[in-house]
């Protein structure tokens, strides 16, 4: 099954730089996703009902936390799909025009487009499935490398300077985690422990503790630059704000995920190690730290796209705060780290749409949206009190639990830091959202009535809807699932 | 033989000292690929013995890779960019030179602070981060896109390097892998550079600024 | 009987090093198709300029007199302390390297002050640039002398050199052979050679050395190109202890030292006959590079377990 799960998307990748037809070419990557997403369903069932790892390969195997995130992976590119054929459809009919100085551009090929959409769905797929540390960076690597032209699907100069950031930052960050790989063989070299992510759990306790540090080191500095972690996150700002919504949503929801498993692996290993704290003291620190980040850099901000890329750099430390705290923090993490990336994809589809009703994406520029443009209104609402974690939503219970945890290791400082910052990010967002929602509104001369494409809002609505009922009940099945990837998180089997 | 692997470290160590001076971009491409040959060809020199035929194939990848291939793109990179053909660095070439010396006795004393396994051959290690660091010093002091290119992969010879002074030896398919992510990286590169000289007639990194959370709404104008 | 084979060293240093420049010349000469001067022509020289008259401008005092008499007697000196053949001269102690630095330090301090007495702008401007070339060869030459002390655990040039058998290149021929080279260029700066600097030169504007010595006449010129050559012959033999293979024998050794000095005369000969001279503002780089070589060498041998 984790065969046709990998060679699914990447044969439809190559088929769709193959194929001629535009409509096909769209039904190809709907199917594709649908079946993807039905792949996943039944992995994730079959885990939950036998309890044991599907493992084909020395290389491929899911255990929960493998599977947690390729649940998210593949429900968040379902929608992506959804919204993507809708907004190439609408991207045919209007060519582009630079927002910035009004010249015109060219979109890449959809043929490009689309192909690379479904091999860095692939290679996403790959990272969650890999159980060899070193083909978990080989993955995460491809990711950066087949999501590059994703960016640069505008071909102006703003997405190609950000994909330029984008690809140099990463690749060579992750440079940084291939040393922490090494650093990480080293450790086990007289145990034999090699880099397979069972090996290395079995063996942690026999692992040469500085070098296990200094692997960490280098693994958190590595998939930390790709995960948008502060201060490595730079490339982040950019390459969201210039790529195509659905790129963007992809990115912040799904890609940033996998480079937290990447943390989330070398942590387990570690804590297995008894190295628990020293890995929580670097994550917590980061993690605040990124939360201090985008606060900051949120208060001044007047791209509205740009402030949901420091919305993501804030979830991501809070991800990184939650796995640092441990214990009940970790639950949080993941619940967290699946609201977040539906929330935020669903933002990045309402902000597609933002874009293509207002044609800027300066947010003093827009205001009074909910007269132009309803639905998306009500959506671009909805979509800031659930990403500012009010409750009913799962990122308020995410953001709550964390909170608690940290108070129950009675660490105050902390805990107030971390409000004050939460707080503060909701006031800098609330000025943004509510500022472009409500508000006169000036019409511009020569402006045509805005027809919102259901299509590119359907995703979005369906997403808000997941994420305000993970806030009201969790079932079952994904509270052990969750519960499961925590486990292996913290180094449990 | 080990006489023979120490020569090659210090030539390694030569050749990141005349990277951080040298002045023409084809020069440095060239630089470049003579590292990651000489690197390449490191493992089967620092073996005892007849070396295994996975060791030589795997070599023979390398050299080929490095050797032959990535120049030959950033070679078409450069020349289709039209860039004038120095490498326009933003500090001097003593300050890099000194830089980089800095680099190796920092990396020594690095090395001699890891509690890394025994190494037989000497100075491998601190070679190996020195050589890391020079990668960086190019992608940071220096303006043209292909430098930086040039740069990332320094680091990965260092890396490469540096894996081979742990001695981890990965799997056949990982390294593959990875040699096959870092040809990729380069042909984007390379694609991404033909665009920015297109884009902006210059491939000059110093310039792509647009994008920052200050100066926002002033482009174009 | 012990004290006469160091005596007869310093004779010979004292007696060959004017062959030297000579052998460079021919070298020249050959590569450029010419005649070339004959091989003792600096002995004829000198024997014209000591016959001579000096004359001296009312401007100068005795700085200026001083100048070429301190240069060549602190040469003179530096050479009593320097082995031959890998065998001690008379003057040798524990830490005598930094005596040689200092010693050579002196003889540059000396040349300049004799060109600046004179108050003409070449002399001033050709002893800027001696000192500026100095601020980056020395550092070179030290850190080079550094290493050595270093790869054979001694502090005075006979033990290092002494102790550089073969058994010591085979354990650390990188970084012996770095320091070759390193010396080697700084040979080349320090003795004004091509590509650092042009001996042969006729504008002031572009000399280094020679505009230095531009108001010297008779017996002080003889001075400075006697002690030009002692100077050159202090660099050569460096290079010529370190590649010196120990046969155990004392004459044996130093025919072959003698030989190997002409050896590295030809070698010089060769670089100014491939090369052409460095820009001004390049000479430095040059000299950076042999600063690299010679930390790189100290580096590396930092980086090994001290022998013995």
Known sequence: MIKSLLLLPLASGVMAFLMRGDAPRRQLLLWTARLHFLLTALVIYTRLASGEQAEVSAWFGYDSLGVFFLGITSLLFLGASHYAVAYLASEKRDPGEDFGDGSIFTNAPEAVFTGCLLLFLASMTAVTASRHMGLLWASVEATTLLSAPLIYFHRHRRSLEATWKYLLICSVGIALALMGNLFLGAAGLKTGAGLDVGGLLAKAALLDKPLLKAAFLFLFVGYGTKMGISPFHTWLPDAHSEAPAVVSALLSGALLNCAFLGILRANAVCARAGLADFTGGILVIFGLFSLVTAALFMLGQRDYKRMLAYSSIEHMGILALGAGLGGGALFASMLGALSHSLTKAGLFFTSGSVLASEKTKRISEVSGLWRRAPRTAALWLAGFFLITGMPPSGIFLSKFLILKEAIALKDYWLAGAYLFFLALLFAGMARVFIGMTFGERAAKPGEKPYAEPGGMLAPAAAFFICVILAGLFIPGWLNALMKAAALNAAGGI | ?221 | MEIVKPISQYLAVMILSPLLPGVINRVKAFFAGRQGPPLLQLYYDLYKLFNKTPVYSRTTTWVFRAGPVAGVAALVTALAVLPFAGRPSFLAFDGDFIFIIYLLGLARFATVLAALDTGSAFEGMGSSREMQFAVFSEPAFFLGLAALARITGHTSLPGMFAALTGDTWRAAAPVLALLTVSFFIVLLAENSRVPADDPNTHLELTMIHEAMALDHSGPDLGYILYGASLKLWLFGSLIGSMLLPHSGSWACDCGLFVLLMLCVAVGVGLVESVMARLRLINVPYMLITAFAFSALALIFQMGRPVKG
């Open chain 2, 1 to 221: 033989m080990h006489t023979f692997a120490e020569l090659t470290i210090v030539f390694i160590v030569l050749l990141d000292l005349s990277l951080a001076v040298a002045g023409s971009l084809s020069y440095c491409i060239k630089l470049v690929a003579l590292q990651g040959v000489v690197a390449g060809l490191l493992p089967l020199l620092a073996a005892s013995g007849a070396p295994h035929a996975r060791a030589v194939l795997f070599a023979a990848v390398i050299v080929g890779l490095k050797g032959a291939v990535f120049p030959w793109l950033l070679m078409r990179a450069r020349d289709k960019s039209g860039a004038r053909k120095d490498v326009e660095p933003l500090i001097s070439y003593p300050a890099s030179i000194l830089l980089c010396l800095g680099a190796f006795v920092a990396a020594s004393w690095l090395g001699s602070r890891l509690p890394l396994p025994e190494t037989h051959v000497a100075w491998i290690v601190p070679a190996s981060l020195a050589t890391i660091f020079t990668g960086f010093l190019l992608i940071t002091t220096r303006s043209k896109a292909i430098s930086q290119v040039l740069g990332y992969l320094v680091i990965e010879n260092g890396i490469y390097i540096f894996g081979l002074a742990l001695f981890v030896e990965q799997p056949m398919m990982v390294e593959l892998a990875i040699l096959l992510d870092v040809f990729v990286a380069v042909f984007v590169m390379g694609i991404a550079i033909f665009h920015i000289s297109r884009e902006f007639d210059h491939i000059d990194t110093a310039e792509l600024s647009e994008l920052n959370d200050w100066r926002r709404g002033e482009y174009g104008k």
